[in-house]
C-alpha cells in the first residue's frame, strides 16, 4: 500500500544531518510508492534539499531565524508542511530538538507519538515501531491507532541509501516571534571520532581498575582505526575521573547505535545497556562469566581484558 511520509529534516552548517539522511532513505523504503516529503528549516535549506536522496517534496524554509531551533517557531512551520503533505507517517530524529517537537507536535495533531524508536516497519498495511524498554533490558514493539503515525527513530537505524533529491521544493513561512531569547552558543570542542558517530566503540569499565587501563583501550580503538573506532565508557569509570563525561554510554550519557561495540570490563548494568544495546554486535570481554554483559553479548571473552585485549589488538594486526 503506498503511503506518504513527512521527515522533520535537521541542518547543521547548511547541510543536513545524517539522520535525516537516513530517515529519508527509510521513509523511501516504507513509502512503496507513496510520497516521500522532507521539511528543512534554516540557512541553506532550499540547496540542502538536493541531498535528501530519496526525497520526492522538500518543503524548506532558508530564514536564519529557524538556525537556532526554538520549538515555538519550527512547530507551524512543520505543521504548513504536514497540512500539505498529508502523511500516514511522520519520522523525526531522536536529537535534542526532535526529543521536544515529537510530543508537541503529536498533542497538536490530536495523535501518539513512539519515542526513541529503533525500527518502524510496515506489518501487512500498519506500521509497527521497535524502542528499548526498561532500561533496555525489553524490546517494545507499538502499532499506532491514530493518524498520522509519528515516531522519533535512533541515529544508525536506517542505512542511508542515496538516490535523486527531490523534484519540487515547496517554500515554508519564515520564523515568526519568539519569546525566547537565545543570547549565545556555547561549542563543546570535541576532537576526532565521535562515539555517536563510529561505527566501532570500544568502551572501557570500572574494572579497568585505573585511568590507565584506558590505554589498552585506545589502543584497541586505535588498532581498529581513528575514523573507525571512538573510545566510550561507563557512568562508573566517568564518575571515577578516568574518562571525560562527554565519553559516557548510557541511560545518562549517550545512546550509541554503531556495528560493533565492545564492552571491556563492564558488568552491563540496565542503565548502561539503555546507551549500548542498539548496537548491531557486542562483543564483551570481562573476567566473570556470569556478568550480565554476556546476555546481551554476540560475542563474549571470558578472561582478564589485559591478556585479552592485547590479544586482539594482536589479532587485528595480522590484519
Ligand atoms: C539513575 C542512574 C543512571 C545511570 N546511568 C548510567 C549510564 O548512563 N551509564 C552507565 O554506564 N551506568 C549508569 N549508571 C550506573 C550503573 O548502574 C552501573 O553502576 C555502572 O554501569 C557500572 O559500571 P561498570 O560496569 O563499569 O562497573 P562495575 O559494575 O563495577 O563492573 C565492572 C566489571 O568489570 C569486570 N572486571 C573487573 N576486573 C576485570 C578484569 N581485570 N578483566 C575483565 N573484567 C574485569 C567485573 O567482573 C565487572 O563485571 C546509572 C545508575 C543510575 C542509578
Redesign the pocket.
Known sequence: MARNILVVGELVGGQPTPTTLELVSGAAGLAAGGNVSVTLLGTGATAAAAACGGAGTAYASDDAGYDTFRAEQWLPAVEAALDQANPDLVLISQSTPGRELGPRLAHRRNTAVAMDCTSIVDEGGAFKATRPAFGGNAVATYGFATTPAMATVRAKSFEIAGGAGPSSTVALPGAGESRTNVTGHEQVVAEGLQITDASVVVSG???L?AAEGFEMVEALANAIGSDKAAVGA????VDLGWYPPSQ??????KVVTPNVYFA?????????L??CSGSKVIVA????AD?N?FNVAKYGIV????TIVPAIIEELKKG
Not at 234 to 237: E, F
Not at 264 to 272: D, K, M, N, T, V
Not at 285 to 288: P, S, T
Open positions: 569499565g570500572r574494572g581498575g561507563s557512568r562508573a569509570a559516557q554510554v548510557g541511560l545518562t550519557g571491556i570490563a563492564i558488568s552491563g548494568a540496565s542503565q548502561h539503555a546507551g570481554v570481562n573476567r566473570d556478568a554483559i578472561g582478564d581484558y589485559k
